[in-house]
């Protein structure tokens, strides 16, 4: 029996190929930025495996030396040390510094806290797209998550060569600092793309449902879309454990 068990749960870690394309931009995305969600490897997803954690460790490392270097650097010039009325400049440096920093840190917290919420919340809303799908819709989605994906990528690059040309060559560390803060706006797209992935469910399911009222309910397609509207609130539920803090925090 253990054996039998054991292989219902590797299979019950299948992602059908329309959920793949979803959730692959996305997941690029958090790999870009040093914080995987989740390891999605020959088809199956599965929790970070040691590879993406030490991917996020460095991520964390680089972040973090990245602002104190900054601090280091002003502070240390002398350029600036001649003038007093630059005390608010420090100020504001380590204050900015100190609530990035800890916005990094808390991503890789985070990071190891919901490995388990990560997969279990794709596994769920796959369970909704294998009862309410919709080619449609679901193409839709693919493109959606590419162009959020690509905008935020376009909007950073943009901002740090805007900075590198308007700043006549600032030292390298603040274009690395200003590429850097993706990794916190990352997290912003993916909640925002993840939530519009379950709200078209919802929308597809309210449209489902109306139309068994007009032909004719039956008992099964009943118990279906009963079945699938429990999913799509444990999967709400799910999304909020992940996002709430991370989201309101940024």
């Keep these: ?49 040691i590879a993406n954690n030490l991917l996020a460790v460095v991520g964390v490392i680089f972040f973090v030396s990245l602002l104190i270097y900054r601090i280091c650097d002003m502070m240390l010039d002398e350029n600036l040390r001649r003038y007093q009325t630059v005390n608010f400049l420090y100020f504001a440096t380590c204050v900015d510094s100190f609530f990035y920093g800890c916005g990094f840190i808390m991503n890789f917290i985070l990071h190891f806290v919901h490995t388990m919420n990560n997969v279990n919340i794709i596994l769920i809303f796959q369970e909704i797209h294998r009862h309410i799908n919709d080619k449609a819709s679901s193409n839709m989605a693919v493109f959606r998550n590419y162009v959020i994906v690509s905008m935020v990528f376009a909007f950073q690059t943009a901002a740090s060569i805007y900075v590198y040309i308007v700043y006549m060559h600032p030292p390298w560390y603040v274009v690395c600092y200003v590429l850097v803060l993706i990794s916190l706006d990352s997290n912003i797209a993916y909640s925002v793309c993840f939530m519009k992935l379950i ?42 454990n992940i996002f709430e803090l991370p989201v309101s925090i940024r």
């Design 1 to 49: 029996m253990e054996p039998k068990g054991r292989i219902k749960r590797i299979f019950r870690r299948y992602i059908d190929k329309d959920i793949q394309k979803m959730i692959l931009p996305l997941q690029m995305m958090q790999t870009i930025c040093l914080n995987p969600k989740f390891s999605l490897k020959n088809n199956f997803i599965k929790p970070n495996n």
């Design 199 to 240: 709200a078209d469910k919802l929308v597809l399911w309210n449209a489902k449902l109306l139309w068994s009222l007009q032909h004719g309910s039956h008992v099964m397609r009943c118990k279906k879309m009963a079945r699938a509207y429990v999913q799509i609130l444990n999967c709400f539920d799910v999304y909020k």
